[in-house]
């Protein structure tokens, strides 16, 4: 099996992240820190609150954790998230126990489903 590896998104200097995926769930939140960081500095904030604006943004973006395919991009996101600094790390660690949580949760049933 071949692993395409992740396009990463690399911060820019002015803190902003270029959202260039293969994942489209990874792009989608990429695409929500951008557009909230860019209306937070035109309407005047500070970085710092565009930051602020910018990681609530991303968070908000993450796919629910429902099913197999949304967990992969959760986790693919909460992964690029702390890579580029929208995700803070103690708050990552959290939110890949829930998708660990929730992925096990997910195989119980379908193993429960397959044995009645």
């Not at 309407?43 to 993450?62: H, I, M, P, T």
Request: glycine fraction near 6%.
């Amino acid at each position: 099996m071949s692993i395409q590896p992740e396009t990463v998104s690399e911060p820019y200097p002015s803190g902003e992240v270029r959202p260039s995926s293969t994942n489209p769930a990874v792009a989608l939140c990429c695409e929500a820190w951008d557009r909230i960081y860019r209306e937070t500095l035109a309407g005047g904030r500070s970085r710092g609150v565009a930051k602020f604006n910018a990681r609530e943004a991303y968070s908000n973006a993450l796919p629910p954790l429902a099913g197999p395919d949304n967990i992969r991009d959760f986790i693919a996101c909460v992964a690029h998230g702390m890579l580029i600094g929208a995700i803070e790390e103690k708050r990552g660690a959290r939110l890949l126990y829930a998708a660990q949580v929730a992925h096990t949760a997910l195989r119980s049933q379908s193993v429960r489903q397959k044995t009645w």
